[in-house]
């Protein structure tokens, strides 16, 4: 309902918010941290709920998107100066036809992360844009759910406060045992 002091224009942007809102909260709850699929090139499976105690970030993508692409090599530099201090990072692809792409990019991209093949039906429930990343705290409650590219600053933005804090040692400029 609109009140005499609403301009239209306002009242379309506070019903996009609502419905952005609602697409966003009904999507985190779509994601199980229970989450599990078959790991690239078998031997295993790759469960989210193993990682409980940690901050998760689940990767979802595929292959052939070139925003997907695009940002793999931002999320394995964040895993690679995050995963000492409990962080970590899960791909889940929807290539479900020929996870052999899906090798290659990995390979060609040196990601080191885990990365599981969604099934068909995982991957129509859990994607409605491709990236969508999902943010879970050590609690294994999701954080934020993200829909599209992110880069290595927003992804840092995003984990550094729900990780602990980094090591005095390991901070430039401190020798160790100076304390």
């Known amino acids: 309902m609109q009140t005499p002091e609403e301009s ?3 009242t379309l942007f506070r019903t996009l918010a609502l419905t952005l809102f609602t697409a966003i909260a009904s999507l985190a709850h779509a994601v199980p941290f229970d989450l599990s699929a078959t790991k690239l090139g078998g031997g295993g499976v790759v469960r989210v709920a193993d990682y409980r105690g940690q901050v998760v970030v689940v990767n979802l993508f595929a292959h052939w998107c070139p925003p997907c692409r ?42 080191q992360y885990p990365i599981g093949v969604l099934t068909q039906d995982q991957a129509a429930q859990l994607i409605r844009v491709l990236p969508t990343t999902v943010l879970l705290g050590t609690d294994g409650e999701i954080v934020q759910v993200f829909e599209g ?31």
């Open 8 to 10: 239209p224009l306002s």
């Open 70 to 111: 695009m940002e793999m090599p931002d999320f394995e530099a964040v895993y690679e100066a995050r995963k000492d201090r409990g962080l970590v990072i899960l791909g889940m692809a929807a290539d479900v036809s020929d996870p052999q792409d899906v090798q290659s990019l990995i390979t060609r991209l040196g990601v």
């Open 149 to 179: 590219m992110l880069t290595q600053e927003q992804l840092l933005a995003q984990v550094d406060p729900l990780l602990p804090p980094e090591p005095l040692e390991a901070l430039p400029g401190i020798p160790t045992g100076a304390m």
